[in-house]
């Protein structure tokens, strides 16, 4: 199955090209503009060809409301305790920061987008002329919103973490039949951190054969082998989120890359991308030297003319150019032809 590449910016989502990887900032930035910018440097430096903000307030994401429903549960490792309204205001981007960081962004060749999650959000977005959209997992049954994303005619970006194959059917229905069909969904476990024990990557080329869309990874477990487990699977975008250090803190920093893991994912997400390969079985061009020291039949003792192949004159031996080693039952007992040193491959020309 062979699903159509996309262009963003000068880099191409897709099998034909190497992952694309998108550096999730979050509320990593821990309410300071310098260390944005600062982690957008860091992102550009690492190889990664994205940076990515969440854009919402607060206010236009929830309600601050402290009812059970808005209670973030006691027992969450890293939020417990919280509303979502405490919890969003300490996450958010400054929506004054936007400009800067994407005008940060693209003078060191990244390309800079978003998840936007409501129509304002969209609309700053495309005051920034925003090349493609993410959808987060949790907004994956706003119809409208997506409606609104896919009516930009940019690529979407779709996380499918915690929803049913019926979410993902209407959200992506919902995107194509605004006309838009550049659409990239992500296997993605909404709990922070993830157990790689739930990540279920075989699920990978079933969405991208059920879908006929191209898949990835939103990841949040620690490490990068699941990312790069993804890659072989057919993961063409891998999004991690991102800290300068871990021990700086922050509302995701638990499970964000530090800056050498970030540069690990990034080279070794290519060498599982290259080590793909094809699907046929054949020698390779690198492959020419071992082919040329394959085991062959050779003349390892003097033979003279007139002497008897036995095991003790001719062994399977490398290099190649002797007939095929199972030769020797046809061979053995058969007279030489002609004189031969060690070192002569057998042949039907000295027998």
């Known amino acids: ?54 854009t919402y307030t607060a206010d236009t994401i929830t309600i601050d409301s402290k009812r059970p429903a808005f ?15 405490q919890l969003y205001e300490e996450a958010h981007t400054p929506w004054e920061w936007h400009e800067a960081i994407f005008s940060r962004a693209r003078s060191m060749g990244l ?26 997992s949790l907004e994956i049954g706003d119809l409208p919103l997506l409606r609104r994303i896919a009516q930009t005619g940019k690529p979407v970006i779709l996380s499918n973490g915690a929803a049913s194959m019926t979410d993902m059917d209407r959200a992506i229905r919902t995107i194509r039949a605004e006309g838009n069909d550049q659409i990239v969904l ?15 990557l075989r699920t990978l080329p079933v969405l991208a054969s059920a879908f006929d869309i191209q898949v990835g990874l939103s990841d949040h477990t620690m490490g990068i082998g699941a990312a790069i487990a993804a ?22 920093a638990d499970f964000s890359l530090e800056p050498h893991e970030l540069k690990a994912l990034v080279t070794e997400s ?38 008897l192949v036995t095991e003790a004159n001719v062994r399977s031996i490398r290099p190649a150019g002797g007939l095929e080693p199972d030769m020797f039952r046809t061979v053995v007992g058969r007279p030489f032809t002609a004189d031969c040193e060690p070192g002569t491959p057998l042949t039907w020309d000295v027998i």
């Open 71 to 85: 209670m973030i549960s006691a027992g969450h490792p890293l939020w417990g305790g919280k509303n979502l309204y």
């Open 270 to 307: 290519e060498v599982a991308w290259q080590s793909l390969g094809s699907p046929s079985l054949k020698v390779t061009a690198g492959e020419s030297e071992s082919l040329r020291l394959r085991r062959s039949l050779y003349v390892v003792e003097p033979a003279r003319k007139g002497d």
């Open 111 to 136: 390309v800079p987008f978003s998840s936007p999650f409501d129509s304002t959000a969209i609309d700053l977005l495309e005051s920034l002329d925003a090349p493609l959209y993410k959808v987060a």
């Open 231 to 252: 890659v072989a699977l057919g993961a063409t975008v891998v999004e991690k989120h991102v800290t300068l250090s871990r021990a700086d803190g922050g509302v995701d």
């Open 1 to 54: 199955m062979r699903i159509a590449d996309y262009k963003i910016e000068n880099f191409t989502i897709g099998q034909s090209a190497r992952p694309f990887i998108i550096a999730e900032v979050s509320g990593n930035h821990n309410g300071d503009l310098q260390r944005a910018l600062d982690i957008v440097d860091m992102v550009a430096e690492s190889g990664a060809q994205a940076v990515k903000l969440q």
């Open 186 to 200: 992500l296997a993605c476990t909404s709990s922070y951190p993830a157990s790689p024990t739930e990540s279920n």
